[in-house]
């Protein structure tokens, strides 16, 4: 989310800015917490990538009114399926916990028509588990983020992101553009991967706005959304997990060298 063009999109109907802290880069959080200050907004962030991603001042969590995480099994760090709220304060973390369990209070209490919402003893079992091991997680995806980038250095067209920073990030992906001059086009280049075995992702593509109960809002226009509509036709991520093995991440540039023919 570009905090320049926000003001912009506000209405008398906006209540809430949601940004997400996208590939786990953070947002300009103090940009985005001003202006909501300013129009008297709420900040939820979906921080479903962030998981371990910090700042100057600790946690990017601790950010906005809340942040939403993701557990789901493909995210950094996973309970196979699940999540989290971070919340400022205690009050509203009751509220949470009153209505992700149906907005019981007690035996004979309701006070909001909740949800179940609840995680179960062997999701969080799991999650435990993987606690213990975050940290060699996290500098095994960093070593793994520092060979793409060698590797894939001076590839005419092929653009890695910006690296956060090791103090940052968590190299929860590893996207990278194909543009002009690459040879082959994005789906080309995705195609060719899964012909040699790597399962390459187009994070996001299509986006939500092609989907058919959304297109047909004014909001959804292509024209609305030039910057992710480039992205969505640009983007792919490579494979990125600790599993990875140094031969697989050659394996994998080999082929993204191998389209420049
Ligand atoms: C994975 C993901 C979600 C959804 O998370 P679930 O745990 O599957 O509900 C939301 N936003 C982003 C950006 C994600 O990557």
Do not use: W
């Not at 906005?64 to 760090?77: E, I, P, Q, R």
């Not at 079992?125 to 975050?134: S, T």
């Not at 599993?243 to 191998?258: D, F």
């Amino acid at each position: 989310m570009n905090p320049d063009r926000i003001e912009a999109a506000i209405t008398p109907q906006t209540t809430a800015i949601m940004p997400v802290h996208c590939y786990g880069h953070p947002c300009d959080v103090d940009k985005i917490q001003k202006i909501a200050d300013n129009y008297n907004l709420r900040v939820i962030y979906d921080a479903a990538h962030a998981f371990g991603v910090r700042d100057d001042g600790g946690s990017i969590l601790r950010h906005g009114d809340l942040s939403v995480l993701s557990f789901h099994a493909t995210k950094v760090f996973n309970t196979f399926e699940g999540g989290a709220i971070i919340c400022p304060d205690a009050k509203t973390k009751q509220r949470i916990d009153h209505l992700k369990n149906f907005g019981f209070v007690n035996e004979t209490t309701v006070v909001a028509p909740g949800i179940n919402g609840k995680m179960s003893e062997i999701n969080a079992a799991l999650g435990l588990l993987q606690l213990k091991r975050i940290d060699g997680i996290l500098l095994k995806r960093r070593e793994i983020d520092e060979l793409y980038r060698q590797l894939l250095e001076g590839i005419p067209g092929i653009q890695c992101l910006s690296d956060a920073g090791e103090k940052v990030a968590n190299y929860a992906y590893f996207p990278i553009l194909v543009k002009d001059p690459y040879p082959v086009s994005r789906d080309e280049l995705y195609e060719r991967l899964k012909s040699a075995g790597v399962f390459a992702r187009r994070y996001f593509y299509p986006l939500i706005s092609d989907f058919p109960m959304y297109r047909g809002l004014h909001t959804a226009q292509k024209s609305n959304l030039p910057v992710a509509s480039e992205a969505a036709e640009k983007v792919i991520c490579l494979p990125m997990h600790p599993g990875l093995t140094n031969e697989q991440i050659h394996h994998v540039v080999q082929v993204v060298i191998g389209c420049e023919g």
